[in-house]
């Protein structure tokens, strides 16, 4: 089973800010939460991970909570491509049980 | 680099018969790991493998069979294919250091008639 817990679809206007939530509330100390989206059919691509810290790329930023049980994926300014399913993983990265779940992800849907 | 390869990209084929979907990576990577998507249902993991002759089971192993002869290649086998096995698969790969991602291939559409 899926370690996390992502609602299953959100809009959100072109231009404006995209807050995408997570739960991971049994997440151990180890563990990273990794984000990934995939595009139409596509194979899905990575945007971001982190252990404890707010992470920043070019293509989001990732606010985890002090107590590790949640975290939210930022998208700036979205476009119309950034219309995705977008899965968030908790991910022992090192050592530990390498089944990687993904479960069902969230559709978001950037209208114009 | 190629990244991760997959092939074919479509294929069909009658209840009964068998094949086997490829997958390549020439990124040196020691895991890598099988999919399915089927509408709905997000990725679910077939098997993986943290390096050549080492495979484990996923969350839906049933009906498929996996080796791990070198680290480039991670085959997956359907010896008697089920019309519920009619799916998108994927392929994935990554390095096993610390905080790697994962690398996926375009995916191979099945359909079992």
């Known amino acids: 089973d899926a370690k996390t817990t992502q609602p299953p679809s959100m809009d959100c206007a072109e231009g404006r800010a995209a807050n995408l939530p997570c739960n991971h509330s049994?997440?151990?100390?180890?563990?990273?939460v990794y984000w990934y989206r995939q595009i139409h059919s596509q194979g899905p691509q990575y945007i971001i991970h982190?252990?404890?810290n707010n992470e920043t790329n070019e293509m989001a930023s990732l606010i985890i909570t002090e107590d590790r049980k949640s975290s939210t994926l930022i998208l700036p300014h979205a476009t119309l491509r950034d219309t995705a399913v977008y899965y968030c993983i908790v991910d022992p990265s090192q050592g530990g049980s390498e089944k990687l779940v993904f479960g069902k992800g969230m559709k978001l849907t950037v209208n114009p | 680099n190629a990244g991760v390869t997959q092939t074919p990209k479509f294929q069909v084929l009658k209840t009964g018969q068998s094949m086997t979907l490829q997958c390549a990576q020439d990124m040196n990577h020691e895991y890598m790991s099988w999919y399915r998507q089927d509408p709905g249902m997000g990725l679910r993991l077939i098997h993986y493998s943290v390096g050549a002759g080492i495979t484990d089971q996923g969350e839906v192993p049933n009906g498929y069979n996996v080796s791990r002869s070198t680290t480039e290649d991670f085959p997956l086998r359907l010896l008697s294919a089920a019309p519920s096995q009619t799916s998108v698969y994927f392929c994935a790969s990554r390095d096993r250091g610390l905080a790697e991602k994962l690398f996926f291939g375009s995916g191979t559409q099945l359909s079992v008639l």
């Open positions: 982190g252990l404890k």
């Open positions: 049994t997440i151990s100390g180890n563990e990273y």
